[in-house]
């Protein structure tokens, strides 16, 4: 996994329009059937290389859910990372990621409401020059005032 930045915590304070921060990672068969063996998400299409060249989409793709899985990692792990809460999130799934693509999740600060510690955040993930999923988040961030 590659991030553009170290891990911890940027407190709300800390906070501006326009910061984003990025993770990429590679989708691996072990990635798809840990998420399958997790969330008892066990349709073929995940799993079943017959089946799923049956499918529209010719081949097995990695749940949607485990993609979006990267945005909670940026969200946690970076901006605003330790300690945010998520209030919300929305979510469209535009492409498949198949094993072996390499996901670029980003997260982009669109607006901050300082009395209330929440932050939106536009969000979506990439492949190659593909949008493959995007939305935006809802979070409470943490604030020095609480440390």
């Given at each position: 996994m590659l991030d553009n930045m170290p891990r911890g915590t940027i407190c709300i304070e800390d906070l501006e329009i326009g910061m984003s921060r990025h993770l990429r990672k590679e989708v691996t068969d072990r990635?798809?059937?840990?998420?399958?063996?997790?969330?008892t998400d066990r349709n073929p299409v995940h799993l079943d290389d017959d089946y799923a060249r049956d499918t529209i989409f010719e081949g097995r793709i990695a749940h949607g859910m485990l993609t979006a899985g990267l945005i909670s990692a940026v969200i946690g792990e970076q901006l605003p990372g330790h300690g945010t809460v998520y209030l919300g999130q929305s979510l469209k799934f535009l492409a498949p990621v198949r094993p072996g693509d390499t996901v670029l999740a980003e997260v982009?600060?669109?607006?901050?409401?300082h009395a209330k510690r929440r932050v939106t955040l536009e969000t979506r993930?990439?492949?190659?020059?593909?949008?493959?999923l995007k939305g935006e988040a809802l979070v409470l961030a943490p604030s020095r005032k609480f440390d």
């Open positions: 990635d798809i059937e840990l998420f399958a063996e997790v969330s982009t600060v669109t607006a901050i409401e993930c990439l492949v190659g020059n593909t949008t493959v």
